[in-house]
């Protein structure tokens, strides 16, 4: 009954979804029949058909990615339902959420909730894993909580990226891309052999593009015009060898520079702040009129990031004899993985606020090794596995803030205009804080305000099992246990070398009588004080420029030990369906919120304040999953209709939110996604060379009703909307849909084309769901056409991402020191937000000599 349900809930959808690993078959001459029912996945870190592993899985094969123009994991999106890939401050700091589930990456201490793989090694954040991945045999979806075989950080899903492995034969490959944007790209693969038992492969490419946002930089010191571009070079060599027949070793050596200027924001709401930048910049400040598609943006410091990727994995895979036949693997891996990034904190072309581009002032690094050791079999009963794996992760992060000249005056007239427009107005409402702290105009915030280290080390050891056993021959029960235990130690040091003499003089034993003179002759009501003072010493006191952090050093530790596992059965009612049920409990670790930390009273949980924070700690973040999924193969093999109901209940979900001078960690108690996933792959017998597929899926993602802390309760608290709540980034529809057909040329040639569409249903972009950061529906559609020779030579191929040039934002924020209430229509309020890509389109040739 259930079967016969789902299958008629899916074929009543207009866009059906998909699980895609087979690409359409090529239009020759081949009499031999290509079936999607044996698509293979590793799922469950072993070769298992598709159509029979219990978990919700889109595979998605090299034909289809290039098809679609994927090169990373952000454009894998277009691909999977569900799947929604953002990037905020530099392309360092990308997050992958599945059905609405994941954690905001702008801060390094918090881990991913959906887990990037490549090539069976772990990385340690989304921003990690995103870059160029080369040649592609798949890329494996895995929605829902993974944790039990992949291990740390899965709680959501995960994206498993397989490459091409090398193989005996000589190949020379390559492909030229020229396109709009000024982008240009090419890349190219040799494979060959040593010996009868030794192959190799390489892979070597460069790319590079023109910015997609216009930038006014007010004549200095920023000298780019541009941003958004992109210029990268990647290299992946492979080898290959096999001492015996039941033996094979496979080294793997990457390297990945990106050299870019990334990521200027626009403006969509010009609030009041918006005339008092305009009057300290070189010229307009921000744009006139907010109008964020015009791709104009306003910077007057860099945005040069200088991103590297490198790397080296050894895997080894040995059958055996031991315990009647099984496989011994291991996958032994060193990365080391750092980042440079300037930044505008204020996104205008006054000169507030920024970091320069060093890498004493600006950098993030990874160096991480990790080991698997995986011991596999089966018997007529039982598949079997038992693993172990290890981590060492050190962390190294150095960031600075320097203030610029028309930040002191900023925050005066700001402040000014806070307590009445018109006092704002007045020639000395830009010596506010100069008056306020007995300092000289432009001494009271200048220079180098803030340089802070964070040093972590995380050690992560956990023991693994994953058995099914075939309890008759429809019916598969399967068990995974794992049980981990994660080690953290982080030094940090804080440091202003300015000495902060603002804030010094604010808190000094005269400030408060200062300032409150400093008011009163400037025409602020005697009565207003005793609720503008505390403004004045708050603003006056924010992170950067805070001396109560100069000379702080903290320690801090942490110890989880953890279990968590699945439970599975699945029952195959005849050749065509099979249905499954699951539960799991997925599990990611806490960790240290890695930035100024300040609160009313010490505590991370307390309110706005300036009282530094000792413990920057999060806890855990669990899940509870159930699924009840049906997978159906029709027409001899060429036909899969899949379904999934999931209901997935988050304890202590890591929510990460900038509330405008900087990043806050909270630990939600409760967050529930709910909904149905369904999927469609069909390759009409009758009409050869085509392929139709998509997926559709309906997520309600909400937070519980009841969050403690002062941060929820309305109308003061910045996060007060989110109590009962649908999640950021959680449209409650989302669809993939996706042609490709190819057929014959005359004798010698085919033609392929493809074209694909996302949809996405209205969703808030902003993690405190500031109406002003909601994004309407959107669909974004990609096509490409080619021509080539039918034994696959050459082709030539005219391509469009996003044709139809839809607008779209990827996230939405508060502009810097420019919100000063969570209310939706505050008119002081101005907001800024990264933009997704326009219409992008060109030419590739590709050729194959083998």
Not at 159 to 183: D, F, H, K, M
Not at 791 to 817: C, H, S
């Amino acid at each position: 009954m259930l079967a016969t349900a789902v299958f008629t809930a899916l074929v009543s959808i207009s866009v059906p979804a998909t699980a895609q690993e087979q690409a359409a078959p090529a239009a020759d001459d081949s009499d031999e029949p290509v079936t999607l029912s044996k698509m293979i996945v590793t799922a469950q870190k072993r070769e298992e058909l598709m159509q029979d592993v219990p978990i919700s899985v889109t595979s998605l094969s090299e034909q289809v990615l290039q098809d679609t123009g994927v090169r990373d994991v952000k454009d894998l999106q277009v691909l999977v339902p569900g799947l929604t890939v953002t990037s905020t401050q530099s392309e360092a700091l990308t997050t992958a959420r599945i059905r609405g589930i994941g954690t905001v990456g702008d801060n390094a201490g918090l881990e991913s909730s959906v887990g990037v793989v490549i090539d069976g090694v772990y990385r340690p954040r989304n921003g990690v894993g995103f870059g160029d991945l080369g040649e592609i045999e798949r890329i494996e979806v895995l929605k829902g909580p993974q944790g039990t075989l992949f291990g740390k950080n899965t709680s959501a899903g995960v994206v498993n990226v397989i490459t091409r492995r090398p193989g005996y034969s000589q190949s020379l490959e390559g492909e030229i891309t020229v396109g709009n944007y000024g982008a240009f790209g090419i890349a190219g693969a040799y494979n060959d052999s040593f010996s009868d038992n030794v192959a190799f492969r390489v892979y070597a490419a460069k790319r590079e593009r023109d910015g997609f946002l216009d930038v006014r930089t007010g004549g200095n010191p920023l000298r780019e015009t541009e941003d958004g571009n992109q210029n990268f070079h990647s290299f992946r060599g492979q080898l290959l060898i096999e001492p015996s027949d039941t033996w094979d070793i496979n080294v793997i050596a990457d390297y990945t520079s990106r050299e870019e200027n990334c990521c200027s924001a626009v403006t969509t709401v010009r609030g009041g702040t918006a005339p008092i930048i305009d009057a300290l910049s070189p010229d307009e400040g921000v744009i006139p009129v907010a109008d964020p598609f015009r791709r104009l943006a306003y910077s007057n410091r860099s945005t040069e990031q200088d991103i590297k990727d490198k790397g080296i994995s050894v895997e080894s895979n040995w059958d055996n004899d031991w315990f009647g036949g099984s496989t011994l693997t291991s996958i032994t891996a060193w990365r080391d993985w750092q980042t440079i990034n300037g930044l505008d904190f204020d996104y205008s072309s006054a000169d507030l606020l920024y970091r320069p581009p060093s890498a004493d002032e600006a950098f993030t690094g990874f160096k991480t090794v990790t080991s698997e050791y995986r011991l596999s079999g089966a018997t007529e009963s039982i598949d079997w596995l038992f693993g172990l794996f290890y981590s060492d992760e050190d962390l190294d992060r150095k960031e600075s803030y320097r203030i610029g000249n028309a930040y002191e005056p900023y925050l005066s007239i700001a402040i000014m205009s806070l307590v009445n427009p018109a006092l704002g107005q007045r020639p000395n409402a830009a010596t506010l804080y100069a008056d306020a702290t007995g300092r000289a105009p432009g001494t009271v915030f200048a220079g180098y305000a803030a340089q802070d280290s964070h040093r972590q080390n995380a050690k992560s050891l956990a023991f693994f099992t994953n058995n099914t056993w075939h309890a008759t021959d429809a019916l598969d029960l399967t068990l995974g246990l794992r049980y981990t235990r994660e080690d953290k130690e982080l030094t940090s040091v804080y440091t202003n070398p300015n000495g902060s003499p603002g804030c010094a003089a604010l808190l000094g034993p005269s400030g408060q009588a200062r300032i409150a003179n400093a008011l009163l002759t400037r025409g602020v009501p005697a009565t207003a004080l005793p609720a503008v003072i505390p403004q004045v010493i708050g603003f006056g006191c924010l992170p950067w420029a805070n001396v109560l952090h100069n000379g702080r050093i903290t320690q801090q530790e942490r110890e989880e030990k953890e279990w968590s596992g699945t439970l599975k059965a699945a029952y195959r009612w005849n050749e065509a369906v099979m249905t499954y049920v699951s539960a799991a409990r997925g599990y990611k670790a806490g960790g240290f919120n890695l930035d100024r930390v300040q609160s009313a009273t010490g505590l991370s949980s307390a309110g706005q304040g300036i009282v530094p924070v000792a413990d920057t700690s999060f806890p855990g973040e669990f899940v509870d999953s159930y699924e009840l999924g049906v997978k159906t193969t029709w027409a001899d093999g060429n036909l899969l209709l899949n379904a999934t109901a999931f209901h997935q209940t988050y304890d202590g979900f890591q929510l990460n939110s900038f509330l405008g001078t900087s990043f806050v960690v909270r630990s939600i108690p409760e967050v529930v996604s709910k909904g149905i996933d369904t999927e469609i792959l069909w390759q009409p017998a009758a009409v050869k060379g085509l392929m139709l597929q998509g997926g559709l899926m309906y997520a309600d993602t909400r937070y519980g009703d009841n969050i403690p802390g002062g941060d929820f309760v309305f109308p003061t608290g910045a996060l007060y909307k989110l109590p009962g709540s649908q999640v950021s980034f959680a449209p409650e529809w989302s669809a993939t849909a996706s042609v490709t057909y190819e057929w014959g040329v005359g004798d010698s040639m085919v033609g392929r084309f493809n074209v694909g569409a996302k949809y996405m249903s209205e969703f808030n972009t902003g993690s405190d769901l500031d109406v002003e950061k909601a994004q309407d529906a959107y669909t974004v559609v990609n096509a490409r056409l080619g021509l080539g020779a039918r034994n696959k030579r050459w082709m030539v191929e005219l391509w469009g991402l996003n044709i139809f040039d839809e607008e779209y934002q990827q996230v939405a924020f508060d502009a810097p020191l420019q919100n000063v209430s969570p209310l939706p229509g505050n008119p002081f309020n101005s907001y800024n937000a990264f933009l997704g890509a326009p219409a992008t389109y060109g030419v590739t040739f590709r050729f194959n000599y083998f």
